[in-house]
Nanobody, 127 residues
Framework: QVQLVESGGGSVQAGGSLRLSCAAS????????MGWFRQAPGKEREGVGT???????RYVDSVKGRFTISKDKAKNTFYLLMNGLKPEDTAMYYC?????????????????????WGQGTQVTVSS
């Protein structure tokens, strides 16, 4: 049973930083894609970025240059480092994963494409 457990959310002032963690367990495939998503109150869930098992990443334009996704292989943990946070980054953040199979190009920033989801962690940025 695949499990994704997020942590690291909190409240910061604009310009601050946070690092979210997503600990993954129970998977068996070396081919995977991992995504970070966020959902603000009253808005649709939005893809923030993805991490492919080949090491490549992609980001939505609004976070490029500010957010970085990485993975600690030894800990089976993914990270979302968020710098230069803005009030509009306030949302519940989720990690998601898809294991096995194949795809062309980089994993999509589309929530329906991912199979497993974490419980979410709240990020609040004050001005």
């Amino acid at each position: 049973q695949v499990q994704l457990v997020e942590s690291g959310g909190g409240s910061v002032q604009a310009g601050g930083s946070l690092r979210l963690s997503c600990a993954a367990s129970g998977y068996t495939s070396s081919r995977y894609a991992m995504g970070w998503f966020r959902q603000a109150p009253g808005k649709e869930r939005e893809g923030v970025g993805t991490f492919d098992s080949d090491g490549s990443t992609r980001y939505v334009d609004s976070v490029k240059g500010r957010f970085t996704i990485s993975k600690d292989k030894a800990k089976n943990t993914f990270y979302l480092l968020m710098n230069g946070l803005k009030p509009e980054d306030t949302a519940m953040y989720y990690c998601a994963a898809r294991y096995g199979g194949s795809w062309y190009g980089r994993p999509p920033l589309a929530d329906f494409w991912y199979t497993y989801w974490g419980q979410g962690t709240q990020v609040t940025v004050s001005s």
